[in-house]
C-alpha cells in the first residue's frame, strides 16, 4: 500500500495501448494498410481517433456505421493485428519512457496489478511478454473478455474484483477518453496520461490526476516511494532494465572497477538497459564484447560481482564516440589528469553531435566528473568550452554547455586494474579448459609489472583466444557464465555527488551533498595525500602492495601518525564536517589494510604534481604549520615523496629543492617560514645526493626520515 497525495492505494490497473506501450500510431499505421488491403479504403485518422479506447464489439459498430454494413471488419483487424505483430516481432514494443520504473516503484510497494485493455488476449499477452513486463501483473482483463467496452466500466470492475481489491482503492491508468470515462464510471482514481489525442475537457474534468507523460507521473510518484537505502556488497542489481543508456568515458580502474556498479545498482528499482564505456585497450575490449561482461574481485570478501549490458567500444573512433553521447543520459567522465585536455576535444564532438542530433531542443545530459582534484568541474568546464570553439561559434558553445548538468563527485574506493598480462593468462587459462589440452607448462606465463604490455606473440595468441572462443561458444552461452576479472577493488559503497542533476537524485549508492568542494577537499588532504605518502614510505622497502606494507609496523605507524595530523587540520578548517571527516578516515584505514592489489608504484607515481601547490601534501602541511597545529608527521612524508623523486626517479637534489621552493612561493606562508622549511628539507635529503645514491642503504634512509626529529620548531 502507498498513500497518494492522500490517498490511501492497495492497487493499480492500467490500460496498454497508448498509456503502457507507444502503440497507437502503429495501430494507425497497420489498420490503414489492412483496410486499404481488403476494401480498397484507408481508414481515416478521424475515425481511427474515434476507436480509441473502444472495445473490438464496439469499433466494429463504428465501423459500420461510417463505412457500411459490408465492411468485414473482423478480417481488417485480423490483418492489422498480423501486420502488427510482425513489426513488433521485428522491431519490439515501443514502451513508454518511464514504465519500467513506475511499474517497480508500485510493485516494491506491494500493490496488486492488472491489466484492462480492449486488446485480444492473445495480442495483449504477446505484447506484455515482448515488452518483459507481463512478470508485473497478477490478471490480465482483456476487450474480448467482457461484454461491453470502454467507456463502460465493466473491464475495470472485472479487473479489481479479480483482483479482490475495491475499485476506490485503486489507480486506473488510461489515455483515451473512452478509457477515463470507464475508469471514472468504476470509481477508481483516475490517472491520465496524454497519448497521441490533447485531452478534452470532459477527460481533464474526470480524471483525478493528469500528466503530459508516464515520466511526468513518476517524477510525481517519486516523492511517495523511499529512496532505497546504500546498497550492501552483496546486494544483486536490479533485475529490471529501464530506458536509459549510460556512459563511462574512461575504462579504467574507477569507470570500470566502482562507476559500473553505481550504474548498474541505479535507484534499486531498475538499471540502465545498456552501459557503453570507453577504451583504446583493445584486448579488454575484445575480452569485455566476447565475454558479454566481466567481474570485479572484491577480495577481502572473496566476493565476484559481474558487470553485464555492458559495450566496450574504442575511444579513438569518434563515431562511437559521438553515438555515446547523443544516446545516453548520462556520461561519466573517468579519466587521468593528464589526459583531459585531449579527451576535451572528444567530449566537445559528442556533446555537439548531441545538440545537432536533437535538432537543437533541449535534451539535458547528466556528466559526472570522476577525477581525482579538487577544482576538477572548473577544470573539466574550461577545456570542454576551449575544445568547442574550435568547431563552432561562441553562442552556441553557451547553449551547450548550459543545457546539460555539470556534477563533481568523491570517490572513496581503491581499485586497481589487472595488468595485459595478467589478463591474457586468464584468457588463456580459459581457452585450455574448453579445448581440454589445459597442461602446467601450457599457462606458464610469467606477471609483469603493470606498465609492461603484450608482446608481439602474445597479442596475436590473445586474439586467437577470443575469437575462437567467441566463435564456438556464442550459441551457448557459455562465456556469459565465465568469470573474467579485470578489476580488485575495496568495498567501499558510497560515491559522493554534487546535487545538480534531477537524474540522481533516487540514485542508490549516491550520497547528493551540496558543497562537493568541502568533501574534495577532504579526500584529497586525508585520503590521497595519506596514500601517496604512505606509497613513498612503502617503496623505500620495496613492498609491491599498500596491504603488505602494512604490515611492517614502523609504516603502519607513520600512517596513522600522518592521517591523525591531517585529521587536526581538517577538522579545524570544517568544523561541520567532522562526522564526514571520522567516517572517510575508518574508510581509508580499513581499505588500507585490506588494498592487498594495489601497487605502491601506482600509488607513489607521479610524485612532483602530488608534492606541487594546492595538492594533496603541501596543502596539509602548509595549513598546519601556518596555524600552528602539528605538522611533522606531515612534512616526513614530504621528504619521503623527494626523496622518491630523486632515487627512484634520478632527480638532482638542487632541482628538487628549486621545486619546494616554487612551490612554497604560492602559499600564504610568510618568507621566513618558507625559507625554514626548505632549509629543513635541504638538511633532511643531503643523504640523498645522487653522488651517493647507488651506496644509499633505502631501508636505512626510510629509518633516519621517520624516526629524525625537526630540530628547530616554528617559533
Known amino acids: 500500500m502507498i ?27 497497420t489498420l490503414k494498410q489492412a483496410s486499404l488491403e481488403l476494401i480498397g479504403v484507408e481508414f481515416t485518422d478521424a475515425y481511427l481517433l474515434s476507436c480509441l479506447g473502444l472495445s473490438a464489439r464496439s469499433a466494429e459498430k463504428l465501423v459500420n456505421q461510417q463505412y457500411g454494413q459490408e465492411v468485414p471488419y473482423a478480417e481488417i483487424r485480423k490483418r492489422a493485428d498480423q501486420l502488427e505483430l510482425e513489426h513488433v516481432r521485428k522491431y519490439g514494443v515501443p514502451i513508454k519512457f518511464g514504465l519500467m520504473q513506475v511499474l517497480e516503484r508500485l510493485r516494491k510497494s506491494n500493490l496488486k496489478m492488472a491489466v484492462a485493455t480492449s486488446s485480444r488476449r492473445e495480442i495483449a499477452e504477446e505484447y506484455l511478454i515482448n515488452a518483459n513486463v507481463y512478470k508485473f501483473f497478477d490478471i490480465i482483463v482483456c476487450g474480448d473478455e467482457v461484454d461491453n467496452g470502454k467507456p463502460h466500466p465493466e473491464i475495470f470492475l472485472k479487473a479489481a474484483e479479480q483482483l479482490n481489491i475495491d475499485p476506490t482503492l485503486c489507480l486506473m491508468f488510461e489515455d483515451s477518453e473512452n478509457g477515463v470515462m470507464s475508469a471514472f464510471e468504476a470509481g477508481g482514481l483516475t490517472v491520465l496520461l496524454q497519448d497521441i489525442k490533447e485531452p478534452n475537457s470532459t477527460m481533464l474534468e474526470k480524471a483525478n490526476f493528469f500528466y503530459e507523460s508516464m515520466h511526468d507521473f513518476l517524477e510525481d510518484l517519486n516523492q511517495f516511494t523511499p529512496k532505497l537505502k546504500m546498497p550492501a556488497l552483496f546486494d544483486p542489481f536490479p533485475q529490471t532494465l529501464n530506458q536509459h543508456v549510460v556512459g563511462i568515458h574512461g575504462f579504467g580502474a574507477i569507470g570500470g572497477g566502482y562507476i559500473a556498479q553505481v550504474l548498474s545498482h541505479w535507484d534499486g528499482y531498475t538499471r540502465p538497459k545498456q552501459i557503453y564505456a570507453s577504451t583504446r585497450n583493445s584486448l579488454y575490449r575484445n575480452s569485455v564484447n566476447t565475454f558479454g561482461g566481466y567481474s570485479i574481485r572484491y577480495g577481502q570478501h572473496s566476493h565476484d560481482e559481474r558487470i553485464d549490458n555492458i559495450t566496450v567500444i574504442d575511444a579513438s573512433n569518434i563515431e562511437m564516440m559521438q553515438h555515446m553521447y547523443i544516446e545516453s543520459s548520462l556520461i561519466a567522465l573517468c579519466l587521468p589528469e593528464k589526459a583531459i585536455e585531449q579527451e576535451a576535444k572528444t567530449i566537445a564532438q559528442g556533446l555537439y553531435a548531441r545538440y545537432i542530433h536533437f535538432e537543437e531542443q533541449l535534451n539535458p545530459l547528466t556528466v559526472l566528473i570522476v577525477l581525482n582534484k579538487v577544482g576538477a568541474k572548473s577544470l573539466i568546464e574550461q577545456q570542454i568550452c576551449s575544445a568547442l570553439h574550435e568547431i563552432t561559434d561562441a553562442k552556441t558553445v553557451n547553449i551547450i554547455m548550459s543545457q546539460h548538468y555539470f556534477c563533481d563527485t568523491v570517490v572513496n574506493r581503491m581499485v586497481a586494474k589487472i595488468t595485459d598480462q595478467k589478463l591474457f593468462r586468464q584468457l588463456k587459462i580459459k581457452y585450455n579448459i574448453f579445448r581440454h589440452v589445459q597442461d602446467e607448462h601450457d599457462l606458464d606465463v610469467t606477471d609483469v609489472d603493470e606498465g609492461t604490455r603484450l608482446n608481439a606473440e602474445q597479442e596475436q595468441l590473445a586474439t586467437q583466444y577470443i575469437d575462437d572462443l567467441y566463435e564456438k561458444f556464442k550459441s551457448a552461452h557459455i562465456l556469459q557464465n565465465l568469470e573474467l576479472i579485470l578489476f580488485h577493488a575495496e568495498t567501499d559503497m558510497p560515491l559522493y555527488a554534487e546535487n545538480n542533476s534531477p537524474l540522481l537524485e533516487k540514485m542508490r549508492q549516491m ?76 574508510s581509508f584505514i580499513d581499505s588500507c589494510e585490506t588494498a592487498y592489489k594495489d601497487p605502491c608504484d601506482r600509488v607513489a607515481r607521479d610524485p612532483y604534481r602530488k608534492l606541487g601547490f594546492g595538492e594533496r601534501v603541501l596543502s596539509s602541511l602548509a595549513y598546519n604549520f601556518q596555524r600552528g597545529k602539528p605538522y611533522q608527521e606531515i612534512f616526513k612524508g614530504l621528504v619521503l615523496g623527494y626523496a622518491y623523486v630523486i632515487l627512484k626517479e634520478n632527480q638532482r637534489l638542487e632541482g628538487v629543492i628549486r621545486h619546494f621552493a616554487q612551490q612554497l612561493s604560492q602559499t600564504e606562508l610568510e618568507l621566513e617560514d618558507q625559507l625554514y622549511l626548505q632549509e629543513e628539507l635541504k638538511r633532511r635529503l643531503k643523504i640523498c ?19 629524525e626529529k625537526i630540530e628547530v620548531e616554528k617559533t
Open 511 to 586: 550520497i547528493l551533498v551540496e558543497e562537493i568542494e568541502e568533501i574534495q577537499l577532504i579526500k584529497n588532504r586525508m585520503w590521497n595525500g595519506v596514500h601517496a605518502m604512505t606509497a613513498w614510505a612503502a617503496s623505500f622497502r620495496q613492498y609491491e602492495t599498500i596491504g603488505i606494507a602494512l604490515s611492517d609496523e614502523q609504516i603502519s605507524k607513520f600512517m596513522l601518525a600522518v592521517l591523525h595530523e591531517v585529521k587536526v587540520g581538517l577538522k579545524d578548517l570544517l568544523p561541520h564536517r567532522k562526522e564526514n571527516l571520522e567516517l572517510l578516515a575508518k
Open 689 to 707: 645526493d645522487p653522488k651517493l645514491s647507488e651506496s644509499v642503504d633505502q631501508h636505512v634512509l626510510l629509518e633516519k626520515i621517520l624516526n
Open 3 to 29: 498513500k497518494f497525495h492522500e490517498n490511501n492505494i492497495h492497487a493499480a490497473i492500467f490500460d496498454m495501448d497508448g498509456t503502457m506501450f507507444d502503440t497507437e500510431r502503429l495501430r494507425f499505421q
